[in-house]
């Protein structure tokens, strides 16, 4: 276990090097202004949208000069604005975790290979087990650092604009979390039989959600639309902690399943 941790830490550290966290916190901080910044100009548009009509109004007033109707109108177009950004906001910090995923896992392994320094890291007391293993769990912990930054993103932006965050974004940190390790094992599993690029690129289009359930496809390739939780964000809809349970027992099981073959691939992989 020792040996598999120093190897995780050693992945952490190559990535470090690379500047990869450091890209990430900007990048998500980019996020926070962006949004932010739509944010405010949505309720700006929405509050002159209001106050333009105000002239027209022929209903008894009440605070603010609207009426009843157009309060509770003005409210829900709050709502709705900020629930359709929150959904962008979730959907584009998940698509770039998804990215940020299919590199490290894709070149994890191969990378190693390739520059050729795997052979002296097996050369010790190093089984390929550990190795992949290590590697493995270096990734893991990069992404949850990315879900972590993405949860802080969330809460401040909320905090920063006076929001209240809709129920489903509570969980989509973990959820996105899972699909990222889900999509991290199948790309690390394709990656020991072609160039990484091409791993990244089918792991990326192997989800069963392009297949209709009457291709037998469907109930063999990985359900990773099940984790996006857009839909649910952008309509303010409650999930269930049963339905996150056994999404992560599920993404728990594909991850066992991808690592065993990768492990039984890598195993007969010669290192040139």
Known sequence: MKTTLCIAADSVR?????????????ATLALIIFFSVT??????????????????????????????????HFR????????????????VALFAGNLVSLFIFSTAVTGEIRRGTIRLTLSKPVSRLQFLLGKYLGGVL???????????????????QSVDLNPAVKWAPWLMFCEQLMLGSVAML???????????????????????TSNPLYYILPGYHNFNLFMQ??????????????????????????????????RTKELV
């Not at 190559?14 to 900007?26: F, P, V």
């Open 39 to 72: 944010l405010s100009k949505a309720r700006e548009g929405i509050s002159e949208s209001y106050s333009d009509d105000s002239t027209n109004k022929t209903s008894l007033t009440v605070t603010n000069g609207m009426s009843e109707t157009e309060q509770r």
């Open 233 to 266: 964000v952008m309509q303010g809809s409650l999930i269930s902690a049963k339905e996150i349970g056994l999404l992560s027992l599920y993404a728990l099981d594909v991850i066992i399943v991808m690592l065993l073959l990768a492990l039984w691939r890598f």
């Open 14 to 26: 190559a990535l470090l090097h690379q500047r990869l966290l450091l890209g990430l916190m900007l």
């Open 76 to 91: 829900e177009s709050m709502e709705n604005a900020s629930s359709q950004i929150q959904a962008m906001f979730y959907e």
């Open 190 to 212: 394709l990656s020991l039989f072609m160039p990484p690029i091409v791993a990244a690129v089918l792991t990326f289009f192997s989800g069963n959600a392009f297949y209709s």
């Open 142 to 160: 990069v992404m949850m650092a990315y879900a972590c930054l993405v949860t802080a993103a969330i809460w401040f932006f909320a905090g920063a």
